[in-house]
């Protein structure tokens, strides 16, 4: 997923710094300009290894630890708030499936805690854990990968006015693939949630599910999983970028790469909620048709239509959802460029320069 060394930077250092350059970001430098980098510096290294954040800038933009770096912090911020937010997950998926019996967030959590007790808010935490960590992996780490290689495609002028179509064709291009990864551990997880009985978790979970509908049963999802996600990771990567971009623009007088790291991780916590709103509104419907999908065995987005009507498609469980991936989406983002910061790596996002020739 990594770029060789030897090709240059044409754009994207403006998609992480406010001033532009042609070559590799040196982070050492900037954090100390009388000091000079050791000449063993990461363009050399050939691994995947992560540098200790106690030797901070040794990993080079766009090489292979950088991508790298980028995978954990995906796995991290997606797999671990998405089990953190398990109990709202299990009570929005109960009302989509059975709105007669979970009529609201409030009566949802009664219900619940009346027939599961509090062990059965986290139902399907396992599925939820390892799903969206491999999910998540793909989606940051090739999302990066996408940014840089269409920004490549583009060119120094264009990349820099349609940033816009390149977050949003990078994040599709990337979220196609994480699908893949996260669909098998959704359809179980659905299962788990909205069917007591069916199964304690995953290790039971899963077997089952495959004997009831077959291997290819757990990929029946799919398609309205992209359905769900494309859209919804679409607004998710572009808006933050643009929203960053604002925030940094017009409500914070300091440049970014003179502002506190403390505070560039509240401007993506900040960016990254408000993006998760728009997100929400946007895959709610196909977010519906996967929970009805997943749980009704051959089912068709028909039927989930006909039951479920067109205004319930784009109203039921919504606002327990922009709670949840509002909340969701802003913690991801903090998470992720926490992790990047820890390993020496810049924030995601900022003021956008006019394009620059590239030196010869």
């Given at each position: 997923?990594?770029?060789?060394?030897?090709?240059?930077?044409?754009?994207?250092?403006?998609?992480?710094?406010?001033?532009?350059?042609?070559?590799?970001?040196?982070?050492?430098?900037?954090?100390?300009p009388s000091s000079t980098p050791p000449a063993a510096a990461s363009a050399s290294s050939g691994g995947f290894m992560i540098q200790a954040p106690s030797d901070p800038g040794k990993i080079e933009m766009y090489s292979s630890q950088f991508y790298a770096a980028c995978t954990v912090g995906g796995i991290l911020s997606c797999g671990l708030t998405h089990m953190a937010v398990t109990p709202l997950d299990l009570v929005k998926?109960?009302?989509?499936?059975?709105?007669?019996?979970?009529?609201?967030?409030?009566?949802?959590?009664?219900?619940?805690?009346?027939?599961?007790?509090?062990?059965?808010?986290?139902?399907?935490?396992?599925?939820?854990?390892?799903?969206?960590?491999?999910?998540?992996?793909?989606?940051?780490?090739?999302?990066?990968?996408?940014?840089?290689?269409?920004?490549?495609?583009?060119?120094?002028?264009?990349?820099?006015?349609?940033?816009?179509?390149?977050?949003?064709?990078?994040?599709?291009?990337?979220?196609?693939?994480?699908?893949?990864?996260?669909?098998?551990?959704?359809?179980?997880?659905?299962?788990?949630?909205?069917?007591?009985?069916?199964?304690?978790?995953?290790?039971?979970?899963?077997?089952?599910?495959?004997?009831?509908?077959?291997?290819?049963?757990?990929?029946?999802?799919?398609?309205?999983?992209?359905?769900?996600?494309?859209?919804?990771?679409?607004?998710?990567?572009?808006?933050?970028?643009?929203?960053?971009?604002?925030?940094?623009?017009?409500?914070?007088?300091?440049?970014?790469?003179?502002?506190?790291?403390?505070?560039?991780?509240?401007?993506?916590?900040?960016?990254?909620?408000?993006?998760?709103?728009?997100?929400?509104?946007?895959?709610?419907?196909?977010?519906?048709?996967?929970?009805?999908?997943?749980?009704?065995?051959?089912?068709?987005?028909?039927?989930?239509?006909?039951?479920?009507?067109?205004?319930?498609?784009?109203?039921?469980?919504?606002?327990?959802?922009?709670?949840?991936?509002?909340?969701?989406?802003?913690?991801?983002?903090?998470?992720?460029?926490?992790?990047?910061?820890?390993?020496?790596?810049?924030?995601?996002?900022?003021?956008?320069?006019?394009?620059?020739?590239?030196?010869?």
């Amino acid at each position: 997923m990594a770029f060789s060394s030897d090709r240059q930077s044409i754009i994207p250092s403006y998609l992480y710094s406010s001033s532009f350059t042609s070559k590799p970001l040196n982070l050492h430098k900037m954090a100390s300009p009388s000091s000079t980098p050791p000449a063993a510096a990461s363009a050399s290294s050939g691994g995947f290894m992560i540098q200790a954040p106690s030797d901070p800038g040794k990993i080079e933009m766009y090489s292979s630890q950088f991508y790298a770096a980028c995978t954990v912090g995906g796995i991290l911020s997606c797999g671990l708030t998405h089990m953190a937010v398990t109990p709202l997950d299990l009570v929005k998926c109960n009302m989509q499936i059975d709105p007669a019996k979970y009529k609201s967030i409030s009566s949802g959590f009664g219900v619940l805690l009346k027939e599961q007790g509090v062990k059965g808010f986290f139902r399907g935490w396992v599925p939820t854990l390892l799903g969206y960590s491999a999910q998540g992996a793909c989606k940051f780490g090739f999302y990066e990968f996408f940014k840089k290689y269409y920004s490549d495609l583009a060119g120094p002028e264009n990349a820099a006015k349609y940033k816009t179509l390149i977050y949003l064709a990078g994040s599709a291009s990337a979220e196609l693939i994480a699908d893949v990864a996260l669909c098998p551990m959704e359809a179980v997880k659905v299962r788990v949630q909205t069917q007591p009985g069916f199964a304690r978790g995953l290790s039971d979970g899963f077997p089952k599910f495959v004997r009831s509908e077959g291997a290819l049963g757990l990929y029946k999802g799919l398609v309205p999983l992209w359905g769900r996600q494309i859209p919804y990771t679409m607004m998710k990567f572009a808006s933050f970028e643009t929203i960053v971009e604002l925030i940094y623009k017009h409500a914070i007088p300091t440049p970014k790469n003179e502002c506190s790291k403390p505070l560039q991780l509240g401007v993506s916590f900040g960016g990254g909620y408000i993006a998760g709103v728009l997100c929400a509104i946007v895959s709610h419907p196909a977010d519906n048709l996967v929970s009805f999908l997943n749980n009704a065995k051959g089912a068709t987005v028909g039927d989930a239509v006909k039951k479920i009507g067109v205004v319930g498609l784009f109203t039921r469980g919504l606002p327990l959802r922009i709670v949840m991936i509002g909340t969701l989406t802003g913690a991801q983002w903090g998470i992720y460029d926490a992790f990047k910061v820890f390993v020496g790596l810049p924030t995601t996002g900022g003021a956008a320069p006019a394009a620059q020739p590239i030196k010869a």
